[in-house]
């Protein structure tokens, strides 16, 4: 059903294949037609309007015009494919393709004129003749065999039918389905105009059959493929024979090489319709999914995250950690946010896994299962208001650590079984006593709640609020008696139970159509809202509701909860308000999720119609980042309190909750609750949850902080003695989030600073935590700086000699951050000056940050290369809390730009060349890049582009020296801008560096007076470096 990375790349050379080997496309070769002419003004239109090359396109789509008249329709399908590449307004670039059209096709026929002496007769006798055909020779075609001479009275009647089947009468209609998909839409042409056109030839069908690798991925919805390649093989073998049958031999008639051409055209007609089907039951098959039933079982690749305890996971339960293994998905995925979004729910979450209270793991049996009551809410979410198909295979992408992170991150359940640390997490008060025991083992006085994460904004569980904008993007309003009467939900309930619904729900609808018609008779549930706030308040309803019936005092909504570490955030404890039952059935996480969700939900729509490509983990960022979103910079985190009092109200969140709580009920419990009941238990709980929302929403309250600048470095870390492996992960964990290693692509690691081996070489947060899990990690006990410098000289020469190979033009310096409550010694102090020269005699951009409480001997080591590499923070103590306090203040929030470089060495006189840098620009926060006055020297001419990729506007800023002296160019959308260098080092005494700035600009788009703001997910940046050669060595 999807295509694969490595099939996705086969592709093109099956395209290929199949155009050169085809029989039909042998033919039209040792034919030496003018077809193999058009087929390759096709195949460069086609080819330009993907790459967003309107000229090319046109250019050669109004030759082929101008040859054959037919391919005038592919003008559709290639203004939506520009449309589609070049990001913005829709209607302008339509508009722009048909004028550059319309002025290439007339170029063409005023220069034929031209050559014909100013006269324009031709163009009768070119398109005249091919929409009069006066004179039609026998072919592959339908056309002929009407215009022999028995028909010659109806003869205006079968050029109009065919020409307007030829021209006119598929394009608008197919255009409406299917133009999400203007390449299939320009097969589909290719093919109808083919089939009808006066005088078709077999080069036409070999083009269009090419391009079918292109939906391999619908091959296995396609029911005719037996029939239709028996009947081309068997029409293409007796054409020639009839042929010669009736030609030469004498023996057969024109009927006779019609029935071949009519079952020829006939195979084609099956092939395209069976194609269209085919594409439409793929659609159909993502966008509903299908009738497989939610299972309580751990699936198959799920096995994994619980045998044997499962991995340890030792990354922070964190936004950014979340974001970065999402990130990672749709990466390699290639699906878009709402198939992505609906098959990560069916993949990833299953929501009430715990472990089942005295039963014992084996080989053949796992005592885990979704048997708590955060899975029926799921389960009946899944297969009636969000059904989907799983279409990840998250094998292929992520590690076993990081499918279980995710996993874990994504399915909402509460360990609830006593683990043997309550002693020391939440220690017996006098008034409190051990909750319930269930099968004789006992329940913890504080369980963990899984399936959350941690966020500025308070602790929310990401699996509701991917579940919400899931629902938004393929919102549906159920009716009740539908899913009274659908089987996938009567299989799993009582027939008893289901019958006394149908009498409720049945009679009421009776009644409403008895009473008055302008009564609101419906009786249908949102799936946003069961997504939702409905869908856990139902919850509350049932399990809460059913006990204690519709008692304000009784029904419990919130949490109270902690985390065990603020710094790095693994376990959040839950503290019960009840101590004899659960009342976890409505969380702080899941409350604000639930909100979040909403809110998002009630925008989402309307952002994917002006960016398509966005994507679920930018939508996600954006949200929860003090900028907001850029479609609405209102709608964010920070502004929760105000947006949540826009878009929710009691009356709707009455009405939601009851129904999908009756439904809720059906599934869960096995005894019915009359639908009075229900509703007066409702209105208690929506009572309760709206007095309990405003207190929390205060808590959890920050305001939004505008971060100018954010060091985005390649990190490493070197410490002595006085930190251990815990500070380690609590330093590592909390400087991972601030400098935004998760989204900025950045890397983390550590280095021993005794030995100055790597216990964590340069990776990413999930595996970065998951080796420092190691047992045998030997920890340092000093500092010797001597043995650190050397370990980075070896980096920095590796790291120079990738980048070489890669032909790199830029990238993020790199920061060693040194840790240490100790004074080299005098030995080691000339050594660190002997290697720290050396160092800088070669890598240039390396900054060392040195955090110490004395810096005397710190500040002495490097005092021959003065280019502002070296930083110098004096705290107070070496406790985790005041290096977190001076590292934030003088390092995050300080100004390393990224490195424009030139790492290759020139020998006699080799160009090389270097692949463009791409960076994203992000909303109110000003990017700097710099070049070191090395690559500067001996240098005539040197030019820095820039190109604007993205949506919106950029400005980009050079200067030298006094920053005053800026030197700025607004660029536009796919505007490039190129800053020229001449002589930029006078004299190798004085030869300040290059710095450059950008920065994201506010504009108007064409299609909508809304302000965008370019943003992370619309807004490229690429450098080009074009050096000239360099004399300097490393």
Not at 853 to 869: A, K, L
């Amino acid at each position: 059903m999807l295509l694969s990375e490595s099939q996705l790349s086969e592709v093109p050379g099956h395209v290929l294949a199949l155009y050169l080997f085809n029989p039909y496309s042998v033919l039209n070769c040792v034919g030496m037609t003018t077809t193999v002419i058009q087929n390759l003004t096709l195949a460069l239109s086609l080819w330009g309007a993907t790459n967003g090359q309107r000229i090319l396109a046109c250019a050669f789509i109004a030759l082929a015009t101008h040859q054959a008249l037919y391919p005038i329709l592919l003008i559709v399908p290639i203004s939506i494919l520009l449309a589609n590449v070049n990001k913005g307004c829709n209607k302008c670039s339509y508009i722009r393709t048909l004028l550059v059209f319309v002025l290439c096709w007339g170029f063409l026929i005023f220069i034929s004129a031209f050559i014909m002496d100013g006269s324009y007769n031709y163009v009768y006798n070119t398109y005249g003749f091919i929409l009069s055909v006066p004179d039609l020779k026998p072919n592959i075609g339908l056309f002929w065999y009407f215009f022999t001479e028995m028909f010659e009275h109806f003869r205006l009647l079968f050029v109009c039918a065919f020409q307007i089947n030829a021209l006119a009468l598929y394009v608008v209609p197919l255009t409406l389905r299917f133009h999400k998909e203007p390449v299939l839409l320009a097969t589909v042409l290719i093919a109808l105009s083919t089939i009808f056109r006066s005088y078709p030839c077999v080069g036409d069908v070999g083009f269009y059959l090419a391009l079918l690798p292109l939906w391999k991925h619908l091959f296995s919805f396609m029911q005719q493929k037996f029939i239709v390649g028996c009947a081309f093989i068997i029409t293409s073998a007796l054409g020639p024979t009839v042929w010669h049958l009736w030609i030469y031999s004498g023996s057969a008639n024109a009927n006779f090489f019609f029935g071949v051409t009519l079952s020829f055209a006939t195979a084609q007609i099956f092939l395209i319709t069976d194609l269209l089907f085919a594409y439409i039951k793929r659609e159909f098959t993502l966008k509903h999914g299908s009738n497989e039933v939610v299972l309580s079982r751990v699936p198959t690749h799920l096995l994994d995250c619980y045998q044997g305890g499962g991995p340890i996971l030792g990354a922070p339960r964190r936004l950014d950690v979340f974001l970065s293994l999402l990130r990672k998905l749709e990466l390699n995925s290639r699906l878009d946010m709402r198939l992505l979004s609906s098959a990560l729910l069916r993949s990833l979450r299953l929501d009430g896994i715990e472990q089942s209270a005295n039963s014992v793991e084996t080989d053949l049996y796992l005592p885990y299962g979704a048997s708590a009551f955060q899975f029926h809410r799921y389960k009946l979410l899944m297969e009636i208001f969000l059904p989907s198909q799983d279409l990840l295979n998250v094998n292929e992408t992520l590690s076993t650590v990081e499918k279980c992170t995710l996993h874990k991150m994504l399915s909402s359940t509460v360990q609830r079984w006593e683990r043997g640390d309550e002693n020391v997490v939440c220690p017996l008060s006098a008034e409190r006593r051990h909750m319930e025991q269930s099968a004789n083992r006992i329940n913890s006085r504080c369980p963990i709640e899984d399936g959350v994460i941690k966020t500025d904004w308070g602790t929310i569980s990401p699996g509701i609020l991917v579940a919400a904008l899931a629902s938004s993007l393929e919102a549906q309003r159920v009716d009740i008696t539908d899913i009274l009467g659908a089987d996938i939900f009567k299989d799993e309930v009582s027939q008893s139970l289901v019958e006394s619904a149908k009498e409720d729900w049945y009679d009421e609808l009776e009644q409403f159509d008895v009473k008055s018609k302008s009564l609101n008779t419906n009786t249908d549930i949102s799936n946003v809202w069961v997504a939702t706030l409905a869908g856990d308040l139902a919850e509350v309803v049932i399990n809460q509701g059913a006990r204690v019936g519709a008692s304000a005092q009784k029904l419990m909504v919130g949490s109270s909860n902690r985390w065990n570490d603020t710094f790095i955030p693994r376990t959040y404890y839950l503290f019960p308000q009840n101590a004899t039952l659960p009342d976890w059935h409505f969380t702080d996480a899941e409350i604000l999720a639930g909100i979040d969700g909403l809110i998002i939900a009630n925008y989402l729509p309307k952002w994917v119609e002006q960016r398509r490509s966005l994507r679920l983990s930018q939508i996600i960022e954006m949200y929860y980042s003090n900028e907001g979103v850029s479609f609405d910079t209102s709608v964010r985190a920070c502004n929760r309190q105000a947006l949540f009092a826009n878009i929710v109200n009691g009356s709707q969140l009455f009405t939601e909750t009851s129904r999908f709580a009756h439904m809720l009920s059906l599934q869960q419990i096995t005894v019915y609750i009359p639908k009075e009941e229900m509703e007066r238990i409702t209105t208690t709980a929506v009572g309760v949850f709206m007095n309990y929302v405003p207190n929390l929403l205060r808590r959890s309250h920050q305001e939004c902080k505008w971060r100018p600048v954010v060091a985005n470095v390649d990190l490493i870390l070197a410490t002595d003695g006085s930190w251990k492996g815990y500070e380690v992960e609590q330093f590592m964990s909390w400087i991972s989030e601030a400098i935004e290693v998760g989204a900025q692509g950045s890397s983390i690691s550590l280095v021993n600073g005794n030995t100055g081996e790597w216990i964590v070489r340069p990776t990413n947060l999930t595996d970065f935590f998951v080796m420092l899990t190691n047992e045998t990690i030997q920890w340092p006990n000093r500092l010797n700086l001597p043995n650190v410098i050397s370990t980075i000289i070896e980096y920095s020469r590796d790291q120079t000699l990738q980048e070489i190979s890669d032909m790199v033009s830029a990238g993020r310096s790199t920061v060693v951050l040194i840790v240490t409550s100790e004074r080299p010694s005098n030995d080691e102090l000339e050594r660190s000056r002997s290697l720290m020269q050396s160092l800088r005699q070669s890598f240039y951009d390396v900054y060392f940050a040195y955090a110490a409480t004395d810096m005397t001997e710190y500040q002495n080591i490097n005092n021959q290369f003065m280019d502002y590499s070296e930083l110098f923070l004096k705290i107070e103590s070496n406790s985790v809390i005041d290096v977190i306090r001076t590292v934030d203040i003088h390092l995050v929030k300080n100004i390393i730009p990224f490195r424009i470089i030139g790492p290759q060495c020139p020998v006699n006189g080799t160009n090389y060349f270097q692949t463009p840098y791409e960076n994203y620009v992000l909303p109110h926060r000003e990017q700097f890049y710099r070049i070191h006055p090395f690559y500067l020297r001996q240098q005539s001419l040197i030019n820095i582009q820039f190109r604007n990729d993205g949506q919106g506007q950029i400005l980009v800023c050079l200067w030298r020296g006094a920053e005053v002296s800026r030197s700025c160019q607004m660029i536009k959308e796919r505007d490039v801008y190129t800053f020229n260098l001449t002589d930029p080092c006078p004299s190798r005494e004085f030869c300040p560096p290059a710095h450059l700035s950008v920065k994201a600009i506010a504009i108007v788009a064409c299609r909508t007076k809304l302000v965008i703001t370019s943003n992370i997910l619309a807004l490229d940046v690429c450098l080009f470096w074009e050096p000239r050669p360099m004399s300097s060595r490393f």
